[in-house]
T-cell receptor
Framework: DADVTQTPRNRITKTGKRIMLECSQT?????MYWYRQDPGLGLRLIYY???????NKGEISDGYSVSRQAQAKFSLSLESAIPNQTALYFC???????????FGPGTRLLVL | KQEVTQIPAALSVPEGENLVLNCSFT??????LQWFRQDPGKGLTSLLL?????REQTSGRLNASLDKSSGRSTLYIAASQPGDSATYLC??????????FGRGTSLIVHP
């Protein structure tokens, strides 16, 4: 089984809808991250969490919120989806600040 | 603000060639630098991690070097194979320990 899983893998939604993307990890890492990837723009950090009680905004947090339900689970919500949030979303984990990041397979989101 | 640049953006080579991918950065006060591989529509897989005190790391046919003074890292792939075709991204961690990613180099190795 994969160490970092994301659900759903693909999602199509309409403008104004609220959606949640979920991430689970079995690596026992405290640090978890949400990124979005757009063609030509690379990966940009949305939110990150160093432990269950420590959640921080990243470079592009506007329009997003997160919840760290447990060490193993980190969810990303789009409160009111808009078309420019169409992107590939990745969850990642790491053991410590200078350790390797492990990525999930991604969620492809299309907002119509 | 740290800027990470990867040149070239795309590269196509025949199988068997040795090749070098480049990653440059503007602020040398980094803690580490990672090279990742991304296959189309898939997540990122870490290839090599170089701590700031190190000059290079090797794994199989891959060798990554780090020169903080010049703000450069290179990923050397020896004897390239079609299976090496992917996008390669570098990412570096600095004061906040949060990685900053380059936009990647898309590599195609044709038979």
């Amino acid at each position: 089984d994969a160490d970092v899983t994301q659900t759903p893998r693909n999602r199509i939604t309409k403008t104004g809808k609220r959606i949640m993307l979920e991430c689970s990890q079995t690596k026992g890492h405290d640090r978890m991250y949400w990124y979005r990837q757009d063609p030509g723009l690379g990966l940009r950090l949305i939110y990150y969490s160093f432990d269950v009680k420590d959640i921080n905004k990243g470079e592009i947090s506007d329009g997003y919120s997160v919840s760290r339900q447990a060490q193993a689970k980190f969810s990303l919500s789009l409160e009111s989806a808009i078309p420019n949030q169409t992107a590939l979303y990745f969850c990642a984990t790491s053991e410590g600040p200078l350790e390797t990041q492990y990525f999930g397979p991604g969620t492809r989101l299309l907002v119509l | 603000k740290q800027e990470v640049t990867q040149i070239p953006a795309a590269l196509s080579v025949p199988e068997g060639e040795n090749l070098v991918l480049n990653c440059s950065f503007t602020d040398s006060a980094i803690y580490n630098l990672q090279w990742f591989r991304q296959d189309p529509g898939k997540g990122l897989t870490s290839l090599l991690l170089i701590q700031s005190s190190q000059r290079e790391q090797t794994s199989g046919r891959l060798n990554a070097s780090l020169d903080k003074s010049s703000g450069r890292s290179t990923l050397y792939i020896a004897a390239s194979q079609p299976g090496d075709s992917a996008t390669y991204l570098c990412a570096l961690a600095e004061g906040s320990y949060i990685p900053t990613f380059g936009r990647g180099t898309s590599l195609i190795v044709h038979p």
